[in-house]
């Protein structure tokens, strides 16, 4: 069953020095090359550093006590901060990369010093594949038996699937620029790194819309993993003094979640009787599940 057990944090800081050391790397590699693609990348690793900034304060405002105003907490900070990230990837990243690209098709001229920009490429693959395994650890450690593309699909966790987003996005943006770069230092051609720089937009683009759409489907509100959710009900349905559950809604609160049920007592049950079984429900429900924070469970007899 998918659950608790990676470390978003963990994935961040990953990302977050990776992406510090390459981006400076790149800078220094365009200075020296005046490369469209490195150009393209170092803005793109750049933004990708204080993107992770981003998310470690999103996590960090989920984390605040409810208030009056916020009852059920600041959970969804998370989604916010990673819809801004994917906004960022999609302008700063892929829109940029394209536009560089084709700036540089007008005045595609030969690359200078591109051994330099091959060294650093290298070494930003290197970087940005070593963050990108540090992050499929913590995603293993939540996804189960579940296939990646089908945990992508599913997560509730923002953080993760916008990293691995992010560092998928970098290292496919890395070789695609090594490639075209390679092209235009034994062509002598600069087209060829005009090329690369869109090609690598394209794939930036790409990404941050698939990243967008995911968050933007917990930003309004989803509930939890389908998993998780699967496992709620079956204990809630084997409680003793329980006959019947006529539905739960789980909503996702960034890593808490809000439990609504209504169950069909047993028809010889006191009042007393069913508080307590509902009192003890509700807490053997958190032990098993410590991401639900708030537990609402009203006893009916229709539903």
């Known amino acids: 069953m998918a659950g608790g057990g990676g470390n978003p944090v963990k994935a961040i800081l990953y990302a977050f020095f990776a992406n510090l050391g390459i981006a400076i790397a790149k800078l220094v590699a365009y200075v020296y090359t005046g490369s469209s693609s490195m150009l393209a990348e170092s803005i793109h690793s750049g933004a990708d550093t204080g993107n992770q900034l981003l998310l470690l304060l999103g996590i960090k405002r989920s984390k605040l006590p409810p208030t009056e105003e916020h009852p059920l907490g600041f959970g969804k900070a998370t989604f916010f901060w990673s819809f801004i990230v994917a906004i960022m990837l999609f302008s700063l990243g892929g829109l940029f990369s394209l536009y560089e690209g084709w700036h540089k098709l007008e005045d595609a001229g030969p690359v200078e010093n591109v ?45 993760l699937v916008v990293v691995f987003g992010e560092d998928l996005g970098a290292l496919l943006g890395l070789m695609l620029a090594l490639v075209f770069l390679s092209i235009a ?3 002598g051609d600069g087209v060829y790194d005009a090329y690369g720089s869109m090609c690598i937009g394209s794939i930036l683009l790409v990404i941050a819309v698939f990243l967008g759409v995911r968050v933007h489907a917990l930003l309004i509100g989803q509930s939890a993993d389908p998993e998780i959710e699967e496992a709620i009900e079956a204990a809630i349905a084997g409680e003793g003094p329980i006959e019947g559950l006529y539905n ?17 007592m047993r028809g010889d049950a006191s009042t007393d009787e069913t508080c307590r079984s509902i009192n003890e429900l509700e807490r053997s429900l958190k032990e098993r599940f410590p991401q639900i924070r708030w537990s609402f469970i009203e006893p009916d007899i229709v539903d």
Do not use: H, Y
């Open 115 to 159: 051994w330099i920009a091959i060294a650093v490429l290298v070494f930003g693959i290197l970087l940005e594949g070593a963050s990108l395994l540090g992050c499929m650890k913590e995603i293993r450690a939540i996804r189960g038996e579940r296939g990646l593309w089908d945990w992508l699909k599913e997560s509730r966790n923002a953080e």
């Open 185 to 187: 230092a034994v062509t």
């Open 248 to 264: 739960v809604i789980t909503l996702q609160l960034g890593p808490q979640l809000m439990l609504a049920a209504k169950v069909r």
